[in-house]
């Protein structure tokens, strides 16, 4: 069974960081979404299975790194200069697969972590 676990989320002013985690129970493509209050789940940052490509979305360039520890099976997601619209609970999904999927293709879910960003 695919076990996939978000951590790290919290309240932040900001300007302020946080770093996410996503543990799994293996080695996949992971990808980090998030969902704000009546809004849209959308896509924010991905990373290949060796680690060797990222991915991201417009809005978080230069702002959010996503990183994985193999040794872990962990994948990071560094949030750094934090906006209010950055306020979601993020997802982190996963796929079997060596390259970065399409947004439609994740196959397992965690059940997300709640960041706020005051301003």
């Known amino acids: 069974q695919v076990q996939v676990v978000e951590s790290g989320g919290g309240l932040v002013q900001a300007g302020g960081s946080l770093r996410l985690s996503c543990a799994t129970s293996?080695?996949?493509?992971v990808g980090w979404f998030r969902q704000a209050p009546q809004k849209e789940r959308e896509f924010v940052a991905a990373i290949s299975w060796s680690g060797g490509t990222t991915s991201y979305a417009d809005s978080v360039k230069g702002r959010f790194t996503i990183s994985r520890d193999n040794a872990k099976n962990t994948v990071y997601l560094q949030m750094n200069i934090l906006k209010p619209e950055d306020t979601a609970v993020y997802y982190c999904?996963?796929?079997?697969?060596?390259?970065?999927?399409?947004?439609?293709?994740?196959?397992?879910w965690g059940q997300g972590t709640q960041v706020t960003v005051s301003s």
């Open positions: 293996g080695r996949y493509a």
């Open positions: 999904a996963v796929r079997n697969s060596l390259t970065i999927p399409r947004v439609n293709e994740y196959e397992y």
